[in-house]
Each structure stands twice: as structure tokens, then as C-alpha cells.
């Protein structure tokens, strides 16, 4: 059983799919397992703590690879380079892209998209989703700290009193839960909004403020997933009536609201934007997804009247280390539950986590959401 673990091809992508503590692991499990070379540079992993593991780092890693281990999906230029019939374990951005999953099924690969893991108990520690967005709603306030131009804690000194910051966020999920967690910690007022209404006791809880219109709609606004729906035009204009009143007072805006396989709401307004005092910040974790924020671009720090919006891409990736740290055990608690008692690679094509990820298998598209669509 030889896995590969791949350098990522993306330079925007700083993290990677195993550590040396991962590596250990997946030696145990009886696997020979092969590292690109400068795989874990930007995770501050050199190629020589993953041989002092017993990997061995070397440039041929993909060639003959069972298992390949990355962190974004393949492009055709790697996949050249796969074994048919290998598994790939990777997070592959799967809506909206059907070629690529086409090109993946016909260079055989066997492809898991790890963000389609079921949110159930058993797979908490595989959920990707989970431990990137949690690295990014903490790394959202410190890049908004780093553009704001005051502090964030009340400070009381003999020059006179600094005061806390206002921190509004906008989306209580993962990343949301957080970036409240976070900015409390570093002393500001914090405020949050979430559509659903299992969210304010979270927020409560967390020592912030919840703020939203709790209506009927309100009540009943979240599916049996524990997703957010898409809320009526009527709720939406309520709701930024209230939020617009708010945002005027806040120095910083963190939105993190996503709905799954829908663009992201649009929640901040450029009027909103323009409410806001010079010297605020705003940072759209969204951005990839079409944004929370009107205004903000992918990648960029846009400065309008002097209020900031910050976009950044790969939020996650921004502690690169943290987050391959958690990413590489996700991975390996997932690929855990394809090896035998024998050491051997047995994959439970009934297992429902297999099912629930698996895009590509035998060369075609065996996800039933993604299936070409037929003239
Ligand atoms: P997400 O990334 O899909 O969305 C982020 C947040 O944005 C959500 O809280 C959503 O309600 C909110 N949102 C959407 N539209 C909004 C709007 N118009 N205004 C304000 N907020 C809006 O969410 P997530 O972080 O993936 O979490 C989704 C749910 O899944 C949560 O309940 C979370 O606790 C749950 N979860 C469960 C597990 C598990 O293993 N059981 C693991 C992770 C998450």
C-alpha cells in the first residue's frame, strides 16, 4: 500500500496533507508513504522531518501511488502523472465544475471530495469544513486587527482611556463561532447575527450580543440539516433595516454566511459600507463564494472613503500550519476507515461516508449530484 502525498501545484496554497505526525500514523496502518519534494515547506515542514518518520521524499512520489493524499483537487497536469485506479483524497470544489470532474473520472482515479463528509457524529473528525473554517473565523480577526488602526481591548493609561473595539459578525456558524471566541478574547464588544435561531444561545454563551429580527420566518429558518435557508425578500429587508442602524456603530465586520450550493447572501450593502466611520474594517470570509459584502474582491484589501474591506482568499491557509495540522487528521481519521485488519487498502463502497464523498470511480461520475447532465 504506497501513498503519495503531493506538493500542492497552486502556488496560493500554502498548506499540506500529512505531517510527520500523520506519517507515523500512516505507517502503523502498513502503508509506505512517499512525500513530494518541498511538499510541507509552507507549513513549515522541511522534506527532512518527514523522512526522520520514515517517509521517503522523492520526485516520483505519485507514480505508483495507491493513495494520493493533496489538499486541492488534481488539475489534468498532475493527474498525468496517477496510477489509474488511485484513490486521491483532496477537497475538490465540485459545484459548477463538471469538467474537471470528467477529467478526474477519465484519468481513473478514484476521487473523495472531503468537504462532502456527513456532518454526523462519527465523521466530526474527518469534517474538513469544520477545521479549516474555524482556523479562518480566528484568522479573520487578526487580519482585521492588523488592518484596524486602533486596539481592541479597553485600555485605561495616564495618557487617558482607549476604547474596546465594536465588533459586529455577521454568520454564526463555524468560522463565525470563532471569530466571536477570538475577538472576545482580545477584549472587544462583540455583537453577532445569524438566521438561525438555534445560533443566539451559542452567542449568548460566547459572552457576545445577538442581534436579529425574530419573527415567524425566523423561528423555522433552518433546515433539518442544520443549514441556513434562504431567507424571503421581506425577512432580508428587515433584517438589513436593522443591520444598516448597526453597522454605522461597529469598527469592524466580520461576514462569514454561506448558504450550501447557493452564492453567498449579500448582507453588507455599499450604502452600509459608506455608513461606517473612516478607519473601520470589514472582512468578507465569504469573498470565494460571490461575498457578504458589496464591494469586496477576492484576494485584495479594497479601501473605499477610508473603511476597509478585506477579502482575502485561503483564509485558512493564512496559518498554514495550524491548518494543515488539522487537515492531515482529517484526512487520515477518513482514510483510517479503508484499511483491513490485514493492513490492507478495503475500501466499503457501502460505507455512507464513502458514499457521501466518492465523485469518481471505474471512470465515470458516481456522485448522484453531480451526474452529466443528459440531453
Ligand atoms: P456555513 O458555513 O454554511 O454558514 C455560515 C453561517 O452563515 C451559518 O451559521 C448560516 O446560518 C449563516 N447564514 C446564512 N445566511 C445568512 C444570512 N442571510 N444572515 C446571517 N447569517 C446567515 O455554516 P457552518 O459553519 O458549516 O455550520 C452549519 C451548521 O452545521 C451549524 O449548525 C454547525 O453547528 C453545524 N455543524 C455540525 C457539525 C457536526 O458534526 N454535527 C459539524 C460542523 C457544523
Given at each position: 500500500?504506497k501513498i503519495a502525498v503531493a506538493?500542492?501545484?497552486?502556488?496560493?496554497?500554502?498548506?499540506?496533507?500529512?505531517?510527520?505526525?500523520?506519517?507515523?500514523?500512516?505507517?502503523?496502518?502498513?502503508?509506505?508513504v512517499a512525500v513530494e519534494?518541498?511538499?510541507?515547506?509552507?507549513?513549515?515542514?522541511?522534506?527532512?522531518?518527514?523522512?526522520?518518520?520514515?517517509?521517503?521524499?522523492?520526485?516520483?512520489a505519485l507514480k505508483d501511488a495507491?493513495v494520493v493524499f493533496?489538499?486541492?483537487?488534481?488539475?489534468?497536469?498532475?493527474?498525468?502523472?496517477?496510477?489509474?485506479?488511485a484513490?486521491?483524497?483532496?477537497?475538490?470544489?465540485?459545484?459548477?465544475?463538471?469538467?474537471?470532474?470528467?477529467?478526474?473520472?477519465?484519468?481513473?482515479?478514484?476521487?473523495?471530495?472531503?468537504?462532502?463528509?456527513?456532518?454526523?457524529?462519527?465523521?466530526?473528525?474527518?469534517?474538513?469544513?469544520?477545521?479549516?473554517?474555524?482556523?479562518?473565523?480566528?484568522?479573520?480577526?487578526?487580519?482585521?486587527?492588523?488592518?484596524?488602526?486602533?486596539?481592541?481591548?479597553?485600555?485605561?493609561?495616564?495618557?487617558?482611556?482607549?476604547?474596546?473595539?465594536?465588533?459586529?459578525?455577521?454568520?454564526?456558524?463555524?468560522?463565525?463561532?470563532?471569530?466571536?471566541?477570538?475577538?472576545?478574547?482580545?477584549?472587544?464588544?462583540?455583537?453577532?447575527?445569524?438566521?438561525?435561531?438555534?445560533?443566539?444561545?451559542?452567542?449568548?454563551?460566547?459572552?457576545?450580543?445577538?442581534?436579529?429580527?425574530?419573527?415567524?420566518?425566523?423561528?423555522?429558518?433552518?433546515?433539518?440539516?442544520?443549514?441556513?435557508?434562504?431567507?424571503?425578500?421581506?425577512?432580508?429587508?428587515?433584517?438589513?433595516?436593522?443591520?444598516?442602524?448597526?453597522?454605522?456603530?461597529?469598527?469592524?465586520?466580520?461576514?462569514?454566511?454561506?448558504?450550501?450550493?447557493?452564492?453567498?447572501?449579500?448582507?453588507?450593502?455599499?450604502?452600509?459600507?459608506?455608513?461606517?466611520?473612516?478607519?473601520?474594517?470589514?472582512?468578507?470570509?465569504?469573498?470565494?463564494?460571490?461575498?457578504?459584502?458589496?464591494?469586496?474582491?477576492?484576494?485584495?484589501?479594497?479601501?473605499?472613503?477610508?473603511?476597509?474591506?478585506?477579502?482575502?482568499?485561503?483564509?485558512?491557509?493564512?496559518?498554514?500550519?495550524?491548518?494543515?495540522?488539522?487537515?492531515?487528521?482529517?484526512?487520515?481519521?477518513?482514510?483510517?476507515?479503508?484499511?483491513?485488519?490485514?493492513?490492507?487498502?478495503?475500501?466499503?463502497?457501502?460505507?455512507?461516508?464513502?458514499?457521501?464523498?466518492?465523485?469518481?470511480?471505474?471512470?465515470?461520475?458516481?456522485?448522484?449530484?453531480?451526474?452529466?447532465?443528459?440531453?
Amino acid at each position: 500500500m504506497k501513498i503519495a502525498v503531493a506538493k500542492e501545484l497552486d502556488p496560493a496554497e500554502p498548506r499540506v496533507a500529512a505531517t510527520p505526525d500523520t506519517v507515523k500514523k500512516l505507517k502503523a496502518l502498513g502503508a509506505d508513504v512517499a512525500v513530494e519534494p518541498g511538499a510541507g515547506i509552507k507549513s513549515g515542514i522541511p522534506d527532512a522531518d518527514f523522512t526522520a518518520v520514515g517517509a521517503t521524499v522523492s520526485a516520483d512520489a505519485l507514480k505508483d501511488a495507491d493513495v494520493v493524499f493533496k489538499v486541492k483537487r488534481p488539475e489534468a497536469s498532475e493527474l498525468a502523472k496517477y496510477k489509474r485506479g488511485a484513490l486521491v483524497l483532496a477537497i475538490m470544489d465540485p459545484y459548477g465544475n463538471d469538467a474537471a470532474l470528467k477529467s478526474m473520472a477519465d484519468a481513473g482515479v478514484v476521487a473523495f471530495a472531503m468537504e462532502l463528509m456527513p456532518r454526523i457524529t462519527r465523521a466530526q473528525v474527518m469534517d474538513v469544513l469544520s477545521s479549516q473554517a474555524n482556523l479562518a473565523g480566528y484568522r479573520a480577526v487578526i487580519d482585521a486587527a492588523e488592518s484596524f488602526g486602533r486596539a481592541m481591548p479597553m485600555m485605561m493609561t495616564a495618557a487617558g482611556t482607549v476604547p474596546a473595539a465594536k465588533v459586529f459578525i455577521m454568520g454564526v456558524g463555524v468560522a463565525g463561532l470563532q471569530a466571536i471566541a477570538t475577538a472576545r478574547r482580545l477584549g472587544a464588544i462583540v455583537t453577532a447575527t445569524d438566521v438561525r435561531p438555534a445560533t443566539k444561545e451559542q452567542v449568548e454563551s460566547l459572552g457576545a450580543k445577538f442581534l436579529a429580527v425574530e419573527d415567524e420566518e425566523f423561528k423555522n429558518a433552518q433546515t433539518a440539516g442544520g443549514y441556513a435557508k434562504e431567507m424571503s425578500k421581506e425577512y432580508q429587508a428587515k433584517q438589513a433595516a436593522l443591520t444598516a442602524e448597526h453597522i454605522k456603530k461597529q469598527d469592524i465586520v466580520i461576514t462569514t454566511a454561506l448558504i450550501p450550493g447557493r452564492p453567498a447572501p449579500r448582507l453588507v450593502t455599499a450604502e452600509m459600507v459608506k455608513s461606517m466611520k473612516p478607519g473601520s474594517v470589514l472582512v468578507d470570509l465569504a469573498v470565494e463564494r460571490g461575498g457578504n459584502v458589496e464591494g469586496a474582491k477576492p484576494g485584495e484589501v479594497v479601501e473605499i472613503d477610508g473603511v476597509k474591506i478585506v477579502g482575502y482568499t485561503n483564509v485558512a491557509g493564512r496559518i498554514a500550519a495550524s491548518a494543515s495540522g488539522l487537515y492531515a487528521r482529517n484526512l487520515l481519521s477518513f482514510f483510517e476507515t479503508m484499511v483491513n485488519k490485514e493492513k490492507a487498502l478495503a475500501v466499503n463502497w457501502e460505507d455512507e461516508l464513502v458514499k457521501a464523498t466518492a465523485l469518481t470511480r471505474d471512470g465515470a461520475v458516481v456522485h448522484p449530484n453531480f451526474q452529466p447532465k443528459t440531453a
